[in-house]
Nanobody, 123 residues
Framework: QVQLVESGGGSVQAGGPLRLSCAASGRTFSSHSMGWFRQAPGKEREFVAVTLWSGGSTYYADSVKGRFAISRDNAKNTVYLQMNSLKPEDTAVYYC????????????????WGQGTQVTVSS
């Protein structure tokens, strides 16, 4: 069992940065791929970024490539999402998720989800 708790959300002006954290419980963190997803009001949840447990490769949605960076600290059981050059369209609830057999770019294969943290970007 893995429990995930996101933090770091808040309100920020367009162009500003924000860093989200996701703390995981459990001893199997290092063997799980960790992803970030977001859901804006009235829209479906969408993939943002993932760091794979095997090899540490990272992948990003086209909409955030070059602006967001995902990283993980296995010693701290924590995954981060550094968000730079934020835009109003980045406003959403951000979720972290963990899974062993994830399909990159999708929500398939994620077994555990956090409760989400709100990010609001004003113009």
């Amino acid at each position: 069992q893995v429990q995930l708790v996101e933090s770091g959300g808040g309100s920020v002006q367009a162009g500003g940065p924000l860093r989200l954290s996701c703390a995981a419980s459990g001893r199997t963190f290092s063997s799980h791929s960790m992803g970030w997803f977001r859901q804006a009001p009235g829209k479906e949840r969408e993939f943002v970024a993932v760091t794979l447990w095997s090899g540490g490769s990272t992948y990003y949605a086209d909409s955030v490539k070059g602006r967001f960076a995902i990283s993980r600290d296995n010693a701290k059981n924590t995954v981060y999402l550094q968000m730079n050059s934020l835009k109003p369209e980045d406003t959403a609830v951000y979720y972290c998720a963990a899974g062993r057999l994830v399909v990159r770019g999708t929500s398939a294969g994620y077994d555990y989800w956090g409760q989400g943290t709100q990010v609001t970007v004003s113009s």
